[in-house]
């Protein structure tokens, strides 16, 4: 049952929604009733536009990190795609610059050659040469299981 307190507040609950009611029916708030659909609808078309541009780019346009001191004049977003081929099949493209790497691999020497790395793109470059973990980081890791 409801105490004298809560039947008060229940009693003027009512009353509120009553006179909203009203006034809704007599047209006192057609204007606003009509304008904040029309507004939220145009909110989520600018969200909905907004992820659209981001995932037609297939990436977020914001560094995960700095790049390593070999590659530090590449930082920025003028140079993403000196190293990524943007798209919804992204990759990395490295030989475009590391031409000496391209040719010994192209000639089948070297310690590249050995590693047998999939044409077509770069991403298994990473695997052994991780950017964006700072200006600090070794770019070159021994996997020394490959070796
Ligand atoms: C010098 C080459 C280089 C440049 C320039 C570069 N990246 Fe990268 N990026 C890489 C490499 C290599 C990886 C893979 C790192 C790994 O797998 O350890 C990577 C990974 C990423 C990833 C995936 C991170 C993850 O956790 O999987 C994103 C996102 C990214 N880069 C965005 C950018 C953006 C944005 C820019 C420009 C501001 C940029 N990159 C510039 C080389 C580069
Ligand atoms: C825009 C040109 C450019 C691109 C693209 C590029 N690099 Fe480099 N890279 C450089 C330059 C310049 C250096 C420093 C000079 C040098 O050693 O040749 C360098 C150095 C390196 C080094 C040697 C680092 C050291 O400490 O000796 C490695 C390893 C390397 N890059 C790997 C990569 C990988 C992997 C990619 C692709 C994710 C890549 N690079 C993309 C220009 C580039
Ligand atoms: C399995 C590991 C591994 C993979 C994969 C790999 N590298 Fe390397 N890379 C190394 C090691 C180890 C060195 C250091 C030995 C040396 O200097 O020759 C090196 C050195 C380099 C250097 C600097 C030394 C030089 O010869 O100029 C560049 C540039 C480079 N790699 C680019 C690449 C590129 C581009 C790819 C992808 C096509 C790639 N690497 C894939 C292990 C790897």
């Known amino acids: 049952m409801l105490n004298s307190r809560q039947g008060v507040r229940v009693r003027a609950l009512q009353e509120r929604m ?60 003028l140079h993403c795609t000196d190293c990524h081929r943007f798209g919804s099949a992204a990759t990395l493209k490295c030989l475009s610059c590391h031409t000496e790497i391209a040719g010994r691999l192209g000639a089948g020497k070297g310690l590249h050659a050995t590693y047998k790395l999939p044409k077509g793109n770069d991403n298994a470059c990473s695997k052994c040469h991780s950017e964006h973990n700072g200006e600090d980081f070794a770019l070159i890791k021994w996997d020394t299981q490959d070796l």
């Open 18 to 77: 009553a006179r909203a009611l009203q006034d809704q029916r007599s047209g006192r708030f057609r204007r606003r009733a009509f304008s904040w659909p029309l507004l939220r609808a145009l909110f989520l078309l600018a969200i909905v536009a907004a992820v659209g541009c981001l995932s037609a780019r297939g990436f977020a346009p914001i560094s995960p990190g700095p790049l390593s001191r070999a590659h530090e004049s590449l930082n920025g977003a």
